[in-house]
């Protein structure tokens, strides 16, 4: 199980850190991810992390804002954002995935979901 937490609300230009912390199960094995889903939007993909933490991937919009880590003995994920911009405000989930090895964008590749936190960002 995945529990999300850290979001909130924060105006434009502000940070906010989103951590996942793992339950009844360890997730260092897992390459893992963070998605978020807008009001009437679908879900997207906004960044990745080999379960080393040695490769990451972000989506192009988020790509120099935010930075995605870990911490193995923790068993967390975290999502350091900066420069929040309204259009950023969503749901964020984090998520584990089935396979290791390559990192996916694609929802359908992730097979453990955490319950989503709020954030919200006013202009």
């Known amino acids: 199980q995945l529990q999300a937490c850290g979001g909130g609300l924060v105006q434009a230009g502000g940070s906010l850190r989103l951590s996942c912390a793992g339950s009844g199960r360890t997730f260092s094995s897992d390459n893992m991810g963070w998605f978020r889903q807008a009001p009437g939007k679908e879900r997207e993909f906004v960044a990745s992390?080999?379960?080393?933490?040695?490769?990451?991937d972000y989506a192009d919009v988020v790509e120099g804002r935010f930075t995605i880590s870990r911490d193995n003995a923790k068993n967390t994920l975290y999502l350091q954002m900066n420069g929040l911009k309204p259009e950023d405000t969503a749901v964020y989930f984090c998520a584990a995935q089935y396979l290791s090895g390559v990192l996916y964008r694609n929802p359908s590749q992730y097979a453990y979901w955490g319950q989503g936190t709020e954030v919200t960002v006013s202009s």
């Open positions: 992390i080999t379960w080393s933490g040695t490769r990451t």
